[in-house]
Each structure stands twice: as structure tokens, then as C-alpha cells.
């Protein structure tokens, strides 16, 4: 029932920044938690970082530090801010969300320059 919608992705050279958003037909705080996954062809989808309906996050390792998960909850929306972006950031960003079920959005590339 859940749709989710990602923007913002693009193109970015070594170092820049972009951000992430991801809109939620409903109100987010419905699900339990919401998350940013990433996904290279090829290779399995990962983690990147999650937001509880507590408003805890998690990061993986690899993005400590320099991506930042947040949200607004009036305008159903969570996002990633993503700085100092290196070439291994380069992958598809799809936007989850739990509850009962988990619900993906259809994703948004993101490409960092060499």
C-alpha cells in the first residue's frame, strides 16, 4: 500500500555533496523505521543508513561520518545528505520502509566522478 518516491540523485564530482529525498504517501512515522539502501549491478544491495520511528540512526561504516540521515515528518519525507562523495559511493539509492511489511521505492542514481 506504501509508495515511496526518490529524488535527487545525479551526477557529482570526488569531494561534492547531494541529497537524497525520499517521499512516503502517507505519514512516516507509520513505519517502524525508514532507511536509504544502495546497489551496484552485480553486487548485493546494502545498507546505508536507517531512521527509527524513535528517531535513532544507524550508518553503515563505510558512510560514517560523512552521510547524514534525517527526515520531516510534516511533509512525509526523509532524506540523506551526502558529503564528500568518493567514486564507491556510485550505485542505484532506493528509499525503505518497514512496518508489517517492507515497502522500496524505485531508486535514483547516483554517480560520482573519478
Known amino acids: 500500500q506504501a509508495q515511496l518516491v526518490e529524488s535527487g540523485g545525479g551526477l557529482v564530482q570526488t569531494g561534492g555533496s547531494l541529497r537524497l529525498s525520499c517521499a512516503a504517501s502517507?505519514?512516516?512515522?507509520?513505519?517502524?523505521?525508514m532507511g536509504w539502501y544502495r546497489q551496484v549491478p552485480g553486487k548485493q544491495r546494502e545498507l546505508v543508513a536507517t531512521?527509527?520511528?524513535?528517531?535513532?540512526?544507524n550508518y553503515a561504516d563505510s558512510v560514517n561520518g560523512r552521510f547524514t540521515i534525517s527526515r520531516d515528518n510534516a511533509k512525509n519525507t526523509v532524506y540523506l545528505q551526502m558529503n564528500s562523495l568518493k567514486s564507491e559511493d556510485t550505485a542505484v539509492y532506493y528509499c525503505?520502509?518497514?512496518?508489517?511489511?517492507?515497502?522500496w521505492g524505485q531508486g535514483t542514481q547516483v554517480t560520482v566522478s573519478s
Open positions: 531512521i527509527t520511528r524513535r528517531g535513532s540512526t
Open positions: 525503505n520502509a518497514q512496518s508489517i511489511g517492507s515497502y
Open positions: 502517507g505519514s512516516i512515522l507509520s513505519f517502524n523505521s
